[in-house]
């Protein structure tokens, strides 16, 4: 299994620009995530799908779309990328939403980490 | 929703055993406790879960008290590569009854030769 993998790992844009950060996992998880983490910070949870065709805004939504075709994969789309976007992005899956209640394990990928200037 | 406090910043040395302790007030009844890792460009990467007492797997130790309102993070004999951030979490439903994983700011760990 290759696990949660995400691409690409940097990426420089302009302000206004807009683009897609890839997520894909294969291990039949049924939720996915997005986070955000700033320097120094925790992570911030952006929006999250817990399973195809569902999604849900997390903590700090605004500038980003997602959506969740398949199982597999759960693209985040920057709209218009602002200086205030600059950060690493990390997409998680799990077998559940409920990871906290049921004991499931999350699941991380390596990051994107994304330049806005 | 729940929140977690952590101190920010832990030293020690290598071969001595460390203790992070986390408390989480607001905790619901069922809910389990996760700890988790993460050096540098790197994603995080799960170490231990509880529900109540004690929990240990190969890396580390989970001390949680009856009342669940704080957890203890056991790394014993660390080693420079335990140096990271180690964060603790727990879950809670939001106002839109959507449940959410609560990440706080973790606990940067310093091992020192």
């Known amino acids: 299994n290759a696990g949660v993998t995400q691409t690409p790992k940097f990426q420089v844009l302009k302000t206004g620009q807009s683009m897609t950060l890839q997520c894909a996992q294969d291990?039949?998880?049924?939720?996915m995530s997005w986070y955000r983490q700033d320097p120094g910070m925790g992570l911030r949870l952006i929006h999250y799908?817990?399973?195809?065709?569902?999604?849900d805004q997390g903590e700090v939504p605004n500038g980003y779309n997602v959506s969740r075709s398949t199982t597999e994969d759960f693209p985040l789309r920057l709209l218009s990328a602002a200086p205030s976007q600059t950060s690493v992005y990390f997409c998680?899956?799990?077998?559940?939403?409920?990871?906290?209640?049921?004991?499931?394990?999350?699941?991380f990928g390596p990051g994107t980490r994304l330049t806005v200037t | 929703l729940a929140k977690t406090t952590q101190p920010i910043s832990m030293d020690s040395y290598e071969g001595q055993e460390v203790n992070i302790t986390c408390s989480h007030n607001?905790?619901?009844?069922?809910?389990?406790i996760t700890w988790y890792q993460q050096f540098p460009s790197q994603g995080p990467r799960f170490i231990i879960q509880?529900?109540?007492t004690k929990v240990t797997n190969e890396v580390a130790s989970l001390f949680i008290p009856a009342d669940r309102k704080s957890s203890t993070l056991s790394l014993p004999r660390v080693s420079l590569s335990d140096t990271a951030v180690y964060y603790c979490?727990?879950?809670?439903?939001?106002?839109?009854?959507?449940?959410?994983?609560?990440f706080g700011s973790g606990t940067r760990l310093l091992v020192r030769p």
């Open positions: 509880g529900y109540k």
């Open positions: 998680a899956s799990s077998y559940s939403g409920l990871a906290g209640r049921f004991g499931y394990e999350q699941y």
């Open positions: 607001n905790i619901a009844t069922n809910d389990y």
């Open positions: 291990m039949n998880h049924e939720y």
């Open positions: 979490l727990v879950g809670d439903f939001d106002m839109d009854s959507s449940y959410k994983l609560i």
């Open positions: 799908s817990v399973g195809a065709g569902i999604t």
